[in-house]
T-cell receptor
Framework: GESVGLHLPTLSVQEGDNSIINCAYS??????FIWYKQESGKGPQFIID?????DKRQGQRVTVLLNKTVKHLSLQIAATQPGDSAVYFC???????????FGTGTRLKVLA | GAVVSQHPSWVICKSGTSVKIECRSL??????MFWYRQFPKQSLMLMAT?????????EQGVEKDKFLINHASLTLSTLTVTSAHPEDSSFYIC?????????????FGEGSRLTVL
């Protein structure tokens, strides 16, 4: 079946460094991708999104890169802060549907 | 952004009882709501898609008689876990979809933690 997966389950970074979280997806028909942040005991929080007709999108301190050739998505966080510690999920939406399928998740730990 | 409210945020029940979880879109109308289940340290697993006024569409492997979903209005969807057992203990999260600037935006509730004793 279709799936979205992540390469790294846990990522530890020094405060102030940049973080890169990766995600692989398998549905070539997916047309929309979102990165979510989830803190312990809470629901997912929207971070940034990107459409399939784009390869890069920047937000405040975050950048999402999409490589459709290899079906790869990444989230870059600049100057990582302690408040960035959380689990990050990528999610894809299949073309023509409203269903969002989530990847496995990566836990980001920011070291002081 | 839009607000999605879930209630209760946590519930403890005895095995064999039924539990209802509500998901409300507070400041927008949601024709489509989604229910997810999340086990500890795992990702969100889509359980079903709920459309207002019609039957929910369940994902493969999700028991529709076990997890009853009702989407009676554009702002409310409910998930009832019937005859709950300890293996049903989980974090249940709803989300509501609304048309937005992009292809539509998905807003999540804060989740409901169910513990079945």
């Amino acid at each position: 079946g279709e799936s979205v997966g992540l390469h790294l389950p846990t990522l530890s970074v020094q405060e102030g460094d940049n973080s890169i979280i990766n995600c692989a997806y398998s549905n070539s028909a997916s047309d929309y991708f979102i990165w979510y942040k989830q803190e312990s005991g809470k629901g997912p929080q929207f971070i940034i999104d990107i459409r399939s007709n784009m390869d890069k999108r920047q937000g405040q301190r975050v950048t999402v890169l999409l490589n459709k050739t290899v079906k790869h998505l990444s989230l870059q966080i600049a100057a990582t802060q302690p408040g960035d510690s959380a689990v990050y999920f990528c999610a894809e939406k299949g073309g023509g549907t409203y269903k969002y399928i989530f990847g496995t998740g990566t836990r980001l730990k920011v070291l002081a | 952004g839009a607000v999605v409210s879930q209630h209760p945020s946590w519930v403890i029940c005895k095995s064999g009882t039924s539990v209802k979880i509500e998901c409300r879109s507070l400041d927008f109308q949601a024709t489509t709501m989604f229910w997810y289940r999340q086990f500890p340290k795992q990702s969100l697993m889509l359980m079903a898609t709920s459309n207002e006024g019609s039957k929910a569409t369940y994902e493969q492997g999700v028991e529709k008689d076990k997890f009853l979903i009702n989407h009676a209005s554009l702002t409310l969807s409910t998930l009832t876990v019937t005859s709950a057992h300890p293996e049903d203990s989980s974090f249940y999260i709803c989300s509501a979809w609304t048309s937005g600037e992009n292809t539509g935006e998905l807003f999540f509730g804060e989740g409901s933690r169910l513990t079945v004793l």
